[in-house]
């Protein structure tokens, strides 16, 4: 570890150089070869998939693989029976318009013999079977089901065909971003020591994720795999940065020079970095038990994002560390280098209130014992 940290601080501007190249060229992949997400989820030969291929062979339009699956139009009426002709009238209509969409395969009517069932006169409710194809437009379907919605008429859509999975979070970690900002700078008071952690992080995430679309073009994932990663990438990501940044404060602040503050820091909490990010990776990558195919890819995606920041802690953060030199210091531990006291982290030359908090508690390490009785 030492060999690379002094590795990363001498070849500082190629290592940073690297990592701007290794950027732009996963970006020009993207833009060139785009990616191949999916929301097909194959499932594990379970008690659920046997159940769907056992729909499939009753007509119900159900498979195991998800290439086709059911939802259900529930209509209520109040004022009017449900098998009031006018009714059947107003729904036939609407289940036709339905059955013309792209997408959709089949479509039971609870008025025809075949959906006898689906109806219940007692509560004046019913329901169709609507069978679709993958990538079903379910805005469509519910824009045409609620045209049937009216004076004494209530209508709804449900069932797993319709049921939309959550999407990406279009950009909502940047909040994250700006409150560990607003956090680092609060326990640094140094702009710089509270920026790298943060720019680590970025960088980390922001490469993984990249890898993570050109490599979507051979294994199955799905587009919330990007939000996943992201969010556990940024997470951990700055969290090992500052384990680091942290460390290699606490020996600048002992007289060590530079150079061998960063060593230090990557010698030390490096090698927890380390150890810390491959217990994640291999708690990820657990889920390859599972057998869902997209779930295992987001797990798997996940654990490149970790991957990807643990490599930036330990080989971007020292060569930036290596540039900026005293600036990741606050003014009160510049005060007190100048002033002659190395070790001091205030100009007052006190303890941090941290460090006086861990020795008051340190006092009493476990409860007084009770008198045992005779």
Known sequence: MTTLARWSHRRRHAVVGGWILLLVALAVAVLTQGAAFT???????????????????MGAGASADGSTQNGTIVWHTTGLAI??????????????????????????????????????????????????????????????????AGAGLEVAIGGQAFSELPGASHGTEGIG????LVILFLVFRSRWAAFLPIL??????????????????W????????????????GVGIDYALFIVNRHRKALMAGASV????????????????FAGLTVIVALLGMVVVGLGVLTGMGQAAAVTVLFTVLAAITLLPALLGMLGHKVLSRAQHDALAAGRPGSATPTGRAPLS?????LVQRAPAAPHSPRCC
Do not use: C, F
Not at 107 to 126: F, L
Not at 220 to 234: C, E, F, H, V, W
Not at 355 to 359: D, F, G, I, P, Q
């Open 177 to 180: 971003i700006i409150a560990a």
């Open 83 to 148: 098998d009031d002709p006018a009714v059947q009238d107003q729904v036939r209509s609407m289940l036709t318009d339905v059955a013309g969409l792209p997408g959709v395969e089949q479509v039971v009517s609870p008025y025809d013999p075949a959906g006898a069932r689906q109806v219940n006169p007692e509560v004046s409710t019913a329901y169709a079977t609507v069978t679709v194809d993958d990538g079903i437009d379910v805005d469509q379907v519910r824009a045409t089901a609620d045209t049937l």
């Open 259 to 274: 150079e061998d503050a960063i060593t230090t820091a990557i010698g030390t909490s490096g090698r927890a970095v380390i």
């Open 39 to 57: 929301d097909k989820a194959a499932l594990p030969d379970s008690e659920s998939a046997s159940a769907y291929a056992l729909l499939a062979e």
């Open 219 to 234: 294994v199955d994932l799905a587009d919330t795999s990007l939000t996943m990663g992201a969010l556990i990438g940024l």
């Open 355 to 359: 460090a006086r908090w861990a020795l």
């Open 200 to 217: 680590v992080g970025v960088v980390g995430v922001g490469t993984s994720l990249l890898a993570v679309m050109v490599g979507s073009h």
